[in-house]
């Protein structure tokens, strides 16, 4: 049999993933409605709430792993209000029953305010939640739950600092059936999650890579729409570092011995980014075309950079026309817009608060660079970006609390559910829960 | 019959953990024993937040009722020996680290070589 | 030769041909196939392109500071809910980087303590201990030099909804941090016949579902804050409540960790440590005659005789660990 896809169009499967399809998926799925416009069975309902549930919640744990996980007592709380209790002891509930004086409840539908539902139902597959891959993906540190699950088994994650986890049943690393304990800590490798959460980069040997299709495909057009921004940004760090080279050129004319060295360094360091960027990235012609011509047109630059009577304002000049030609008229951001102005402009021109805010924006731009570097050997696109189709799934529940900086969480407490809120996270209604539920209560 | 201080294997494959038992000597290993006077961990473990590297086993034990079974009569196995010696119930019987001192041979023998 | 046979010899060899002769115009993938490639798209495809073209294009590519959500089919001023047909479950706020920073000082610095920070900013108990825990962690990685996931963090922030705290003006609480477990003992609908004019309180309440539940004044997390506001509802000025709050907390904390310290000195009194080459053993001293009547009770050590092994039985779930030490 032809095995279904994970992320289908035509049976439709909401999933544990960051996946554009699954985010399409979502965005058009409807209310089942369970029971509501056919004949189905209590049985069968509850058999298709089951289904549809369990495509969502760990579809990679075996059935008969997750009903031994299940639980039926759900874990829930309720706010209490410092005030109230030190102004009322508990009696106010009962004064004045019996003497006519106590208002009775009123379950019309007005009073009956949907807010004021504690969902239980959403409560299900609490316990899913616990364990160790589903919270990592949770934690957003892999953008699938079957990510996280790998990160697992690869001993990318630690539990309370430890790759290995020693139990009386000896397992090796901390494995992703491993069911977090309220105060444990895990920990995921920053560079697997800088993988997982970033845009991915396209091989060259890539079968979704443009060169041949690129008429009749529009994935492949717009991966090649991607790249063509991705080397647009990368020139435009070209040019951020072009900034950042400004001051030492512009400060060079009035002290008297001109010291070249740093220009002429900083012209070397640009050319070699230029060759790797041809060499590496799949650019479309015309942007190869142009980092040719910048590299052949550097070359000169350099050695008159070495030439003792060089004026350093007319290289930094040229240099900056080159690198506004290798612009290639896309839209540039401010970074390129900024370096272009610095660049081109000479210093006398410049106020003082203007110079400020240009060297502030230059550390920034440093720190940056610093914190976010092009560096070809990582397995995604540098500088750092999120993946497409990320942000709609950006969630982190109550009951982690997660530290980005170190892709590190803590696992508070259990999932509850209080008042108007359940912490799990579930696509589907309450109904379709409450039929799973049902369902594992094993009274069929 | 005999009495002896022994250990019953428990726990699972490749992860074997010990009750410290009083048993008779002829009855099967895991057999309801007279009495589990404690139990023996022999997997090494690390402390928490521990990266010396250095392990340690966990071992719990009723010292005052092994001293009891002892002074009736009953006979530790080796293992169980080298348990009790750590904590001083027993003379160490193996692994005397101590410098060996040549045991004194009797007045009467040195004389003897030397005449005639 | 049957002329069958050779007809079939004489289209493959036609269909090679073929192949061979237009490598420049056939794509490369679909070179030996000798049928085009479906130019129509299906139609659930065909929809989704659309989508992605007009609906979905605003999810392709996060800008802003703002969490950006699947808009809801009910209503429109629901932006905090990341799936559409599930209104309860809401993206809760997270803390920003500065309210983190400003927790750990508080704490470690100001040496504050972690209820009384939990009191002033409105933060669970159990988050802003794992706040200190965790910052402690980053501050060692960058002590030791160890590179930090910054864009990923700022990506993310950026994503969510976040709370930011001030530390020198009143901020509004993070979330609930007074929140009652809801015990089992209570959930139990029972009939407890008492006079009307009896004085019914939450004590009594508690003893009713069970002797030896306490009553939700005691379960709380922050017992000391119901006092505080007792106190003010008395009469006490504000400022002298709250210093008896933070002399309260102090003082449970002070408290708990005397018992954790006599926890680990009761522990290490009966423990007796030999050290050798290879391992140190520890022999800890134990009752083996607290058996019980029937030489099963709980607080016997080692595997019991008689029992059965409940680890495959539901319920006794033993074989997974409850810590990792």
């Keep these: 049999m032809k095995p279904r896809r994970f992320h289908g169009l035509q049976r439709p499967k909401l999933r544990q993933s960051w996946n554009k399809y699954n985010l399409y998926n979502i965005a058009r799925a409807r209310d089942p409605r369970i029971g509501t416009d056919d004949i189905a069975t209590f049985f069968q309902q509850k058999w298709r709430a089951k289904g549809l549930l369990r495509t969502y919640h760990g579809e990679h744990i075996v059935e008969r792993k997750w009903e031994r996980m299940f639980n039926r007592r759900l874990l829930s709380v309720v706010d209490m209000d410092t005030k109230y209790m030190a102004q009322n002891d508990g009696s106010e509930l009962a004064a004045g029953r019996g003497s006519g004086t106590d208002q009775p409840p009123r379950w019309d539908r007005k009073s009956a305010n949907p807010r004021s539902v504690t969902p239980y139902m959403q409560m299900t597959f609490a316990p899913m939640e616990r364990r160790l891959d589903i919270a990592v993906f949770r934690a957003m540190f892999a953008s699938s739950a079957r990510q996280a699950r790998q990160f697992c088994v690869h001993g990318a994650v630690k539990v309370n600092g430890k790759v290995r986890i020693l139990t009386r ?13 309220p105060g444990d800590m895990f920990q995921v490798d920053p560079e697997r999650v ?17 060169s041949t299709l690129a008429g009749e495909d529009e994935v492949a057009e717009e991966a090649l729409e991607e790249e063509a921004e991705s080397a647009t940004e990368e020139e435009s760090e070209v040019q951020a570092a072009k900034a950042e080279q400004d001051p030492d050129t512009t400060d060079a004319p009035e002290a008297a011995p001109v010291n070249m ?63 506004a030609e290798l612009d290639l008229g896309v839209g540039g951001d401010d970074k390129a817009s900024s370096g272009g102005a610095v660049s081109s402009d000479p210093m006398a021109s410049l106020s003082d608060s203007e110079l400020k805010s240009l060297e502030e924006r230059m550390e920034e731009l440093m720190d940056e660079e610093e914190d976010n570097p092009h560096d070809p050997s990582k397995p995604y696109v540098t500088p750092w970006r999120p993946r497409n189709y990320m942000a709609p799934f950006a969630f982190i529940p109550q009951y982690l609390e997660v530290h980005q900086n170190i892709c590190s969480a803590v696992y508070l407490r259990h999932p509850v559910v209080r008042k108007g809120a359940a912490e799990v996270p579930t696509p589907y209604p309450i109904g379709t829960s409450q039929l799973a539920f049902n369902w594992y209560l094993r009274r069929r | 019959m005999v009495v002896k201080i022994r250990l019953a294997r428990f726990g699972r494959k490749n992860s074997p953990f010990y009750n410290v038992v009083v048993a008779h000597a002829r009855t099967a290993r895991n057999s309801k024993p007279l009495e589990v006077i404690g139990t023996y961990d022999p997997i090494p473990r690390a402390d928490p937040y521990d990266d010396s590297g250095r392990l340690h086993k966990d071992i719990k034990l009723d010292a005052i009722r092994a001293r009891y079974w002892i002074g ?5 196995t080796d293992t169980v020996w080298r348990l009790l010696s750590m904590l001083g119930i027993m003379e160490p019987k193996y692994r005397n680290t101590e410098p060996r001192i040549p045991p004194v041979l009797p007045r009467e023998a040195l004389p003897q070589q030397n005449s005639p | 030769m049957p002329p069958a046979a050779a007809s079939s010899i004489i289209r493959a060899g036609a269909g090679t041909a073929r192949c061979v002769a237009q490598p420049s115009q056939v794509p490369v993938v679909a070179s030996f196939s000798t049928t085009a490639s479906r130019p129509k798209f299906t139609k659930a495809r065909r929809l989704f392109r659309a989508w992605e073209r007009a609906d979905g294009r605003v999810f392709r590519r996060h800008a802003g500071e703002k969490p950006s959500y699947l808009p809801s089919r009910r209503r429109e001023d629901d932006t905090d809910k990341p799936f559409p047909l599930n209104p309860y479950f809401k993206s809760a706020r997270v803390l920003d980087e500065r309210a983190r920073e400003v927790v750990w000082e508080k704490i470690m610095r100001d040496g504050e303590t972690i209820k009384a920070v939990s009191a002033e900013f409105g933060i669970d108990i159990r988050r802003v201990a794992a706040i200190v825990r965790l910052k402690e962690v980053e501050k060692d990685w960058i002590a030791k030099n160890k590179p930090l996931a910054k864009p990923y963090a700022k990506a993310v922030l950026s994503m969510l909804p976040t709370h930011r705290i001030n530390p020198n003006q009143s901020n509004e609480p993070f979330e609930a941090i007074n929140e009652l477990h809801v015990h089992p003992y209570t959930m139990q609908q029972i009939f407890w016949p008492t006079s009307e004019s009896r004085h019914f309180t939450r004590e009594d309440a508690a003893e009713a579902f069970h002797p030896t539940l306490l009553s939700a004044d005691k379960r709380v997390p922050h017992p000391e804050l119901i006092q ?4 003010v509802e008395q009469g006490r000025p504000l400022w002298d409540a709250s210093e008896r709050f933070k002399q309260a907390v102090m003082e449970s904390e002070r408290r708990a960790a005397e018992k954790q310290v006599a926890k680990t000195i009761h522990e290490e009194k009966k423990t007796t440590r030999v050290n050798t080459e290879r391992f140190e053993f520890r ?3 134990f009752n083996s005659e607290n058996v ?24 006794h779930q033993i074989k997974i660990p409850t810590s990792v030490p």
């Excluded at chain 1, 800088?194 to 443009?210: E, I, M, N, V």
């Design chain 3, 283 to 285: 022999f800890k001293q």
């Design chain 3, 228 to 231: 505080m506001e007792r106190e």
């Design chain 1, 194 to 210: 800088l993988y997982a959460t970033g845009l991915p980069k396209l091989s060259p040997k890539d079968p979704k890579q443009p």
């Design chain 1, 169 to 181: 049943y000896y397992r090796q690393v901390p494995y992703p059936a491993y069911r977090l304990n």
């Design chain 2, 72 to 76: 009736v009569g009953a006979q530790p």
């Design chain 1, 261 to 323: 060295k740093p220009t002429r360094k900083q012209i070397q360091d640009l050319t070699a980014q230029a060759k790797a960027i041809l060499s590496e990235k799949p650019l479309s012609p015309a942007q190869k075309k142009g980092l040719r011509k910048f590299i052949q047109n550097a070359k000169p630059l350099l050695s008159r950079a070495g030439r003792p009577n060089a004026s350093p304002t007319e290289i930094t000049d040229e240099l900056s026309t080159l690198v």
């Design chain 3, 292 to 315: 019980g009547l029937k030489g099963r009770s709980r607080s016997v050590v080692g595997w019991r005789y008689g029992t059965p092994h409940d680890d495959r039985s539901k319920g």
